[in-house]
C-alpha cells in the first residue's frame, strides 16, 4: 500500500517536470520563432542593407565642372586635375610594407618615416583607403606608372580643382567654388551634394550652380571579409556639367582691368548698347580665385577682407551719380512740359535761394540744355530742380531704371541703388519728415540721397543711345530683352545732340579723336566729403547707332570726370573698336 502511493507520488511528480520542461520549451521556442520573425521579416530590409553594405565598399567619382568661355570660345575657367595617392590598409599590415614604403619614400621624396607618420594618421580618420599623399606632380605621376608593379596595393585616384587660367582676369564677373559647410551639406544632401562637394559662392559660379556642377558618379565594389576586393558591381560615369559661353570679351576685358590699375579703386562696364550683352565688367581692386582651391591661407583671407574690400564688385555697388545724372534731369524737363527743345536758362557763378547759396564753374548767362550738358553747368539745373519739383526728378529717374535692378543674373550681389527717395520725405508719404528745397537742389545735380551703380548707369546711356530702349544687361548669351521708355523724339534730340557736344567742345574733349568713331557722352565728379571726389564717364559709340556703351567709375580719385576717367574710358573704347 505505501509502495503503491510512492509511485503514484514519483509519477505525478515526474509528470509536472516534464511538463514543466515542455513549457518552458515551447516558451524557448517562440521566442526563437519571434526573434527570427523579428529579423527576417520586420527588420529583414534593414539587415539586409547592413549586411550588403557589409561587404561593398563605394569609391566616388566627382563631375568635372563645366567651363566658362568667353563669347570667342577663349577659356576663363576650367577645371584641373589632381592626382593623389592611397593605400590599402591590408597593404600597410602586411609584411610587404618595408618595401612597399621604402618605395614610396622615392616617389614622393620623403623620408620612409615620414611616410609612416602620414599613413598612421590617415589610419585614423579612414580604414578603408588612406590617403598618403595629395597633388603629385606630372613627374611622379609619371614614375608612378613607369614602376606599376612596385606598388602594389597602392591606388592613383583623380581629382578636379577649378582653375582660372587667367588668374583674377574677370574675378567679380566668374566668381569662385568653395568646400560646402556642415549645416549647408545638411540642407543640401537631397539634391545630389557630398560632403567634400563644391559650390559656387559668388558671380557666374553661383547664379549657374545647377548648370556648371555635373552629377557624382564613381563605383561600388564587393569585398570579402579581409577587405579583399572580389568584383565590381556597379560603374556610375559622372555626368560633367555644361560649359557656358559668356558675353565677355576677352581683350576688352583685359584692357578694362589693366586701364583701371591707374586708380586705387573704381569699376567699369562696358556693353552693347542694343542688346544689353557685357562686353566687360571690371572691379578694382580684384582677386585671384584660384587662392579658393582648394582654400585661401589665413593671410590671403585677412587681404580679401581688408577696408579695400578686393571680393567687392563696384560694378554693382551705388554711389553718387554727380554730373552725369543731369541727362536724368534734362528728360525730367522736356518730359514734363516745363521746357522745350529751344529753352533756354540762365547759368552763373552763384545761385542762391532761400538764404543758401550754390556756386558755379561757369557763367554763360541764357544758354540751352545741349550746352548746359556739354559745360555740365550746376546753376542751370539748380534752376531746372526747383522748376520741374522733387516727383518729376524722381518720375525720370525711376523712368530711366535708377532705384531697381537690371535684371543682370549677379542679382545676391547687385545693389538697387537710390533713384532719388529720401525716407521721410515728401515722395515717401508713409513716413514723416521734410524733403527741403536743398534735397531738390542737389539732387538735380547728382548728388544728395542720389546713388546709381555703374551697370544701372551702362543702361540709362544705351537707352539715350538707342532710341529709348532700357535693354536688361547679360553675362551669358541670351535673346534680348528689352522695353521702351516712353521718351518723346524732341528728348532723344536734346540729349544726343549734348551729350555729343560734351565730346566735341565740353568736358570731355580727349575722346574727340580722329583714331576713334564718334563718341557722346557725359562726365561726372561726385564730392564724398570727407574723402577725395569721385569720378565717373559715361558715354556710347558711334553717335548715330551705337554698338558699345561704357561707363567708368573712380572710387575718391580726386580730380575731374573729364581728367581721370575719361582717358580710362578711351582705352576701353580704343581696344573696341580697334578690333571690330
Same mark, same amino acid.
Given at each position: 500500500?505505501?509502495?503503491?502511493?510512492?509511485?503514484?507520488?514519483?509519477?505525478?511528480?515526474?509528470?509536472?517536470?516534464?511538463?514543466?520542461?515542455?513549457?518552458?520549451?515551447?516558451?524557448?521556442?517562440?521566442?526563437?520563432?519571434?526573434?527570427?520573425?523579428?529579423?527576417?521579416?520586420?527588420?529583414?530590409?534593414?539587415?539586409?542593407?547592413?549586411?550588403?553594405?557589409?561587404?561593398?565598399?563605394?569609391?566616388?567619382?566627382?563631375?568635372?565642372?563645366?567651363?566658362?568661355?568667353?563669347?570667342?570660345?577663349?577659356?576663363?575657367?576650367?577645371?584641373?586635375?589632381?592626382?593623389?595617392?592611397?593605400?590599402?590598409?591590408?597593404?600597410?599590415?602586411?609584411?610587404?610594407?618595408?618595401?612597399?614604403?621604402?618605395?614610396?619614400?622615392?616617389?614622393?621624396?620623403?623620408?620612409?618615416?615620414?611616410?609612416?607618420?602620414?599613413?598612421?594618421?590617415?589610419?585614423?580618420?579612414?580604414?578603408?583607403?588612406?590617403?598618403?599623399?595629395?597633388?603629385?606632380?606630372?613627374?611622379?605621376?609619371?614614375?608612378?606608372?613607369?614602376?606599376?608593379?612596385?606598388?602594389?596595393?597602392?591606388?592613383?585616384?583623380?581629382?578636379?580643382?577649378?582653375?582660372?587660367?587667367?588668374?583674377?582676369?574677370?574675378?567679380?564677373?566668374?566668381?569662385?567654388?568653395?568646400?560646402?559647410?556642415?549645416?549647408?551639406?545638411?540642407?543640401?544632401?537631397?539634391?545630389?551634394?557630398?560632403?567634400?562637394?563644391?559650390?559656387?559662392?559668388?558671380?557666374?559660379?553661383?547664379?549657374?550652380?545647377?548648370?556648371?556642377?555635373?552629377?557624382?558618379?564613381?563605383?561600388?565594389?564587393?569585398?570579402?571579409?579581409?577587405?579583399?576586393?572580389?568584383?565590381?558591381?556597379?560603374?556610375?560615369?559622372?555626368?560633367?556639367?555644361?560649359?557656358? @559661353?559668356?558675353?565677355?570679351?576677352?581683350?576688352?576685358?583685359?584692357?578694362?582691368?589693366?586701364?583701371?590699375?591707374?586708380?586705387?579703386?573704381?569699376?567699369?562696364?562696358?556693353?552693347?548698347?542694343?542688346?544689353?550683352?557685357?562686353?566687360?565688367?571690371?572691379?578694382?581692386?580684384?582677386?585671384?580665385?584660384?587662392?579658393?582651391?582648394?582654400?585661401?591661407?589665413?593671410?590671403?583671407?585677412?587681404?580679401?577682407?581688408?577696408?579695400?574690400?578686393?571680393?567687392?564688385?563696384?560694378?554693382?555697388?551705388?554711389?553718387?551719380?554727380?554730373?552725369?545724372?543731369?541727362?536724368?534731369?534734362?528728360?525730367?524737363?522736356? +518730359?514734363?512740359?516745363?521746357?522745350?527743345?529751344?529753352?533756354?536758362?540762365?547759368?552763373?557763378?552763384?545761385?542762391?535761394?532761400?538764404? @543758401?547759396?550754390?556756386?558755379?564753374?561757369?557763367?554763360?548767362?541764357?544758354?540751352?540744355?545741349?550746352?548746359?550738358?556739354?559745360?555740365?553747368?550746376?546753376?542751370?539745373?539748380?534752376?531746372?530742380?526747383?522748376?520741374?519739383?522733387?516727383?518729376?526728378?524722381?518720375?525720370?529717374?525711376?523712368?530711366?531704371?535708377?532705384?531697381?535692378?537690371?535684371?543682370? +543674373?549677379?542679382?545676391?550681389?547687385?545693389?538697387?541703388?537710390?533713384?532719388?527717395?529720401?525716407?521721410?520725405?515728401?515722395?515717401?508719404?508713409?513716413?514723416?519728415?521734410?524733403?527741403?528745397?536743398?534735397?531738390?537742389?542737389?539732387?538735380?545735380?547728382?548728388?544728395?540721397?542720389?546713388?546709381?551703380?555703374?551697370?544701372?548707369?551702362?543702361?540709362?546711356?544705351?537707352?539715350?543711345?538707342?532710341?529709348?530702349?532700357?535693354?536688361?544687361?547679360?553675362?551669358?548669351?541670351?535673346?534680348?530683352?528689352?522695353?521702351?521708355?516712353?521718351?518723346?523724339?524732341?528728348?532723344?534730340?536734346?540729349?544726343?545732340?549734348?551729350?555729343?557736344?560734351?565730346?566735341?567742345?565740353?568736358?570731355?574733349?580727349?575722346?574727340?579723336?580722329?583714331?576713334?568713331?564718334?563718341?557722346?557722352?557725359?562726365?561726372?565728379?561726385?564730392?564724398?566729403?570727407?574723402?577725395?571726389?569721385?569720378?565717373?564717364?559715361?558715354?556710347?559709340?558711334?553717335?548715330?547707332?551705337?554698338?558699345?556703351?561704357?561707363?567708368?567709375?573712380?572710387?575718391?580719385?580726386?580730380?575731374?570726370?573729364?581728367?581721370?576717367?575719361?582717358?580710362?574710358?578711351?582705352?576701353?573704347?580704343?581696344?573696341?573698336?580697334?578690333?571690330?
Amino acid at each position: 500500500m505505501y509502495g503503491s502511493r510512492a509511485n503514484s507520488r514519483y509519477l505525478s511528480t515526474f509528470r509536472n517536470q516534464s511538463s514543466l520542461l515542455l513549457c518552458c520549451f515551447a516558451i524557448g521556442c517562440g521566442a526563437i520563432v519571434a526573434r527570427l520573425t523579428y529579423l527576417q521579416i520586420i527588420s529583414g530590409p534593414k539587415n539586409r542593407m547592413i549586411a550588403y553594405e557589409n561587404r561593398t565598399r563605394s569609391i566616388l567619382r566627382p563631375p568635372i565642372r563645366g567651363r566658362l568661355l568667353d563669347r570667342k570660345g577663349i577659356v576663363l575657367a576650367t577645371s584641373s586635375l589632381k592626382y593623389n595617392l592611397y593605400i590599402n590598409p591590408k597593404t600597410f599590415n602586411s609584411p610587404e610594407w618595408p618595401r612597399v614604403r621604402h618605395q614610396l619614400s622615392e616617389l614622393l621624396n620623403l623620408s620612409p618615416d615620414k611616410v609612416e607618420e602620414y599613413c598612421n594618421e590617415e589610419f585614423k580618420k579612414n580604414d578603408y583607403r588612406l590617403n598618403v599623399a595629395k597633388n603629385l606632380s606630372t613627374k611622379q605621376v609619371m614614375n608612378f606608372f613607369e614602376r606599376r608593379k612596385d606598388f602594389k596595393g597602392i591606388e592613383l585616384d583623380i581629382e578636379t580643382l577649378r582653375s582660372y587660367p587667367h588668374g583674377s582676369l574677370a574675378a567679380h564677373v566668374m566668381g569662385y567654388t568653395s568646400t560646402l559647410r556642415r549645416e549647408e551639406y545638411a540642407k543640401l544632401k537631397t539634391e545630389g551634394y557630398r560632403i567634400d562637394d563644391r559650390i559656387g559662392r559668388s558671380g557666374i559660379e553661383r547664379a549657374y550652380e545647377s548648370t556648371l556642377r555635373g552629377s557624382w558618379g564613381g563605383q561600388k565594389l564587393e569585398v570579402n571579409a579581409l577587405g579583399k576586393v572580389q568584383r565590381r558591381l556597379e560603374n556610375n560615369v559622372p555626368t560633367a556639367g555644361a560649359d557656358l @559661353q559668356l558675353t565677355l570679351d576677352f581683350r576688352l576685358q583685359k584692357a578694362a582691368e589693366e586701364a583701371l590699375r591707374k586708380v586705387k579703386k573704381g569699376a567699369v562696364v562696358a556693353m552693347d548698347a542694343q542688346t544689353g550683352a557685357i562686353r566687360a565688367m571690371a572691379s578694382h581692386p580684384s582677386f585671384d580665385p584660384n587662392i579658393f582651391s582648394p582654400a585661401p591661407s589665413i593671410r590671403q583671407w585677412e587681404t580679401l577682407d581688408s577696408v579695400r574690400a578686393p571680393l567687392v564688385n563696384r560694378a554693382l555697388r551705388g554711389f553718387p551719380p554727380a554730373s552725369t545724372f543731369k541727362v536724368v534731369s534734362t528728360i525730367a524737363a522736356l +518730359e514734363s512740359g516745363k521746357y522745350n527743345a529751344d529753352s533756354k536758362i540762365l547759368s552763373t557763378r552763384s545761385f542762391c535761394f532761400e538764404g @543758401q547759396c550754390y556756386h558755379d564753374h561757369v557763367s554763360l548767362g541764357l544758354i540751352d540744355f545741349p550746352t548746359a550738358l556739354a559745360i555740365s553747368s550746376n546753376t542751370v539745373y539748380y534752376r531746372v530742380g526747383l522748376a520741374v519739383g522733387s516727383t518729376e526728378l524722381l518720375k525720370a529717374s525711376e523712368q530711366m531704371g535708377y532705384g531697381s535692378e537690371t535684371g543682370v +543674373e549677379l542679382v545676391f550681389e547687385e545693389s538697387k541703388g537710390s533713384a532719388g527717395r529720401k525716407k521721410g520725405s515728401e515722395q515717401d508719404p508713409s513716413n514723416s519728415g521734410n524733403w527741403s528745397s536743398v534735397d531738390t537742389i542737389v539732387s538735380a545735380i547728382g548728388q544728395g540721397v542720389l546713388e546709381v551703380t555703374p551697370l544701372q548707369m551702362a543702361r540709362l546711356y544705351a537707352a539715350i543711345g538707342n532710341g529709348g530702349w532700357l535693354v536688361t544687361p547679360h553675362l551669358v548669351e541670351k535673346p534680348t530683352v528689352r522695353e521702351a521708355v516712353g521718351l518723346k523724339l524732341e528728348t532723344l534730340k536734346v540729349l544726343h545732340k549734348g551729350l555729343r557736344k560734351v565730346v566735341t567742345e565740353g568736358t570731355a574733349t580727349l575722346l574727340n579723336d580722329s583714331s576713334l568713331p564718334p563718341v557722346a557722352g557725359k562726365t561726372g565728379t561726385a564730392e564724398n566729403p570727407p574723402y577725395a571726389d569721385h569720378t565717373w564717364f559715361a558715354g556710347y559709340a558711334p553717335e548715330k547707332k551705337p554698338n558699345l556703351v561704357v561707363v567708368v567709375f573712380c572710387e575718391n580719385s580726386g580730380g575731374f570726370g573729364g581728367t581721370v576717367a575719361a582717358p580710362i574710358a578711351k582705352i576701353l573704347l580704343r581696344t573696341w573698336f580697334q578690333e571690330t
